[in-house]
């Protein structure tokens, strides 16, 4: 099993940056897909982005792609996103994900088993 826990929201600026961070507790990162989901407010958790085990692929839903950016370091056993261009329509909830790696990618969020508590982001116009 892995545990995650996701660090760095916050409230920025239409235009701005911010880079959230999730790290995972166990011996076995290296073995897991890795992804990013969002929740806003009155809607459903979607897919945001994910990093196969490796970090050699990766997959971005297309209201983000060119704008946030996946990785992970399996050393510090640690995923990134990187968050650019950040619009009010990105305000949520941001949820790490982890999956024992198998046919990537996956974006259903019912295919990942483990999950984290969540960071808020708020982008303000």
């Known amino acids: 099993q892995v545990q995650l826990v996701e660090s760095g929201g916050g409230l920025v600026q239409a235009g701005g940056s911010l880079r959230l961070s999730c790290a995972a507790s166990?011996?076995?990162?290296?073995?897991?897909?890795v992804g990013w989901f969002r929740q806003a407010p009155g809607k459903e958790r979607e897919f945001v982005a994910a990093?196969?085990?490796?970090?050699?692929?990766?997959d971005y839903a297309d209201y983000v792609k060119g704008r946030f950016t996946i990785s992970r370091d399996n050393a510090k056993n640690t995923m990134y996103l990187q968050m650019n261009i950040l619009n009010p329509e990105d305000t949520a909830v941001y949820y790490c994900?982890?999956?024992?790696?198998?046919?990537?990618?996956?974006?259903?969020?019912?295919?990942?088993?483990?999950w984290g508590q969540g960071t808020q982001v708020i982008v303000s116009s």
């Open positions: 994900a982890a999956r024992v790696s198998y046919a990537f990618p996956r974006r259903q969020r019912t295919e990942y088993a483990y």
């Open positions: 166990g011996r076995t990162f290296s073995s897991y897909d």
């Open positions: 990093i196969n085990r490796s970090g050699g692929s990766t």
